[in-house]
């Protein structure tokens, strides 16, 4: 049983037991909240985690996007791994060198990026 008032406005942002999901359910049924309001709790749980302006790949699986992700990739991402990488449980050579040539890839490919919009023309 949901023992505090359910707001429709306020989605909350925290991961529902199976009772209060039906119980949520028959409050929609009831007509006392939105029909829309687990889909948008569940769209204001995973801003919350993944942050509101979070992209998807084409399954809708988000995508990372922080400092050292795949599209932001350092120089201080890399060495890192390279300093760290013999520490984890599924290491090997092949596995080290094939992520090493990756995480290099896609660090050409940001500062590349980095560089063309660094002479790109100001916005007014």
């Known amino acids: 049983m949901v023992?505090?008032?359910v707001d429709p406005v306020r989605v909350p942002t925290i991961t529902l037991s199976q009772t209060e999901v039906d119980d949520i359910k028959a409050l929609i049924e009831a007509g006392q909240l939105p029909?829309?309001?687990l889909?948008?709790?569940e769209e204001a749980k995973r801003q919350n985690?993944?942050?509101f302006d979070h992209t998807t790949d084409a399954d809708g699986n988000p995508?990372?996007?922080g400092i050292g992700s795949a599209k932001n990739q350092t120089r201080n991402q890399i060495n890192a791994y390279k300093k760290y990488a013999k520490y984890?449980?599924?290491y090997s050579k092949e596995l080290y060198d094939a992520t090493v040539a990756r995480m290099e890839?896609?660090?050409a490919a940001c500062e590349k990026a980095r560089a063309a919009k660094a002479?790109?023309?100001a916005r007014r």
């Open 105 to 107: 890839a896609e660090l």
């Open 3 to 5: 023992d505090s008032v």
């Open 39 to 41: 889909k948008r709790h």
């Open 35 to 37: 029909p829309d309001f």
């Open 88 to 90: 984890e449980a599924d």
């Open 63 to 65: 995508q990372e996007q």
């Open 49 to 51: 985690v993944f942050g």
């Open 119 to 121: 002479k790109a023309p």
